[in-house]
């Protein structure tokens, strides 16, 4: 985990709300909504974006949380087709590679004290 690696506190929703069968989808979505809340900012590592990422990413937007995309070259042009999803990310960081290489960490780091960076800038 790359911004644990960095000494980032992570709130990852498929290991800390308690994502377990049986358990009331409700309740779920509350932690969901708790950790985004809480949250400094949010990170999407990669473009497997389902509705649940989606919602987050939106609700995030709309209680005034910065968002930011770390994706491969490859993603970026899938991301052009969704406008609104596009739209939804204050920063998108474009790496060679999604492994925690030194470059990565050095621009997360960069772009996680909020110093503004064109979108679709590359590492």
């Known amino acids: 985990m790359i ?4 000494g980032h506190e992570c709130f990852l929703p498929q290991r800390d709300a308690g994502n377990v ?3 009331p989808p409700h309740e779920i979505a509350a932690r969901n909504r708790a950790g985004i809340r809480q949250a ?6 990669g473009l497997g974006l389902g509705n649940d990422t989606s919602w987050e990413i939106g609700y ?5 949380k910065n968002s930011i995309m770390l994706c491969q070259g490859n993603d ?7 406008i609104m999803l596009r739209f939804s990310f ?3 960081v474009v ?6 290489d030194e470059r990565v960490k050095e621009r997360l780091l960069h772009v996680l004290g909020f110093a503004k960076q064109p979108i679709g800038s590359k590492v």
């Open 90 to 92: 204050d920063d998108i």
């Open 76 to 82: 970026l042009v899938a991301l052009e087709k969704s």
């Open 3 to 6: 911004l644990g690696e960095l």
């Open 40 to 45: 400094d900012c949010v990170v999407v590592i």
């Open 60 to 64: 995030a937007k709309g209680i005034g």
């Open 95 to 100: 790496v060679e590679s999604l492994s925690a």
């Open 21 to 23: 069968s049986g358990q």
